[in-house]
């Protein structure tokens, strides 16, 4: 699940959001309708931490993730739309680097025995996050 909880958001003056609050629960799908200029993005990048909230919170069960892909996408031509979509699980991407550069670690031959603590505790979050699913 994830919600918002007395969620205000205001630019250069003009409010958007008033003590918002709503939630999401798991497996739910839903749209956000409304004019330009009603708050549907901000509401996305409130959802997503790419923006924080003037007043209020956002709450996230544990293991769930937002990934965020901004309506005006500036990249270079040699990137794919797969690749364009997954850049939004930023956090996944540095663990699942974070779990190689600690696999190598391991294999040589001055090898410390508490890096596969560590490996295990890694991949416990790079699979909480779903990163063993999201290119499924």
Not at 36 to 48: D, F, S, V
Not at 114 to 121: A, H, I, N, R
Request: charged share 25%; hydrophobic share 35%.
């Amino acid at each position: 699940m994830i919600g918002l909880d007395a969620v205000s958001k205001s630019y250069g003056g003009q409010e958007l959001l008033r003590d918002c609050t709503w939630r999401i629960g798991r497996g739910e799908r839903i749209g956000l309708v409304g004019p330009n200029g009603a708050g549907k993005t901000t509401i996305c990048r409130i959802l997503a931490s790419v923006e924080e909230p003037d007043e209020g919170r956002v709450h996230r069960d544990t293991g769930v993730t937002v990934g965020y892909l901004p309506q005006e996408v500036t990249t270079g031509e040699d990137r794919t739309v797969l690749a364009e979509a997954l850049s939004g699980f930023e956090a996944v991407w540095r663990l699942e680097a974070e779990l190689e550069t600690l696999a190598s670690r391991m294999t040589g031959p001055t090898a410390d025995p508490g890096l596969l603590e560590t490996y295990g505790d890694v991949q416990h979050r790079f699979e909480a996050l779903g990163g063993y699913r999201l290119e499924a």
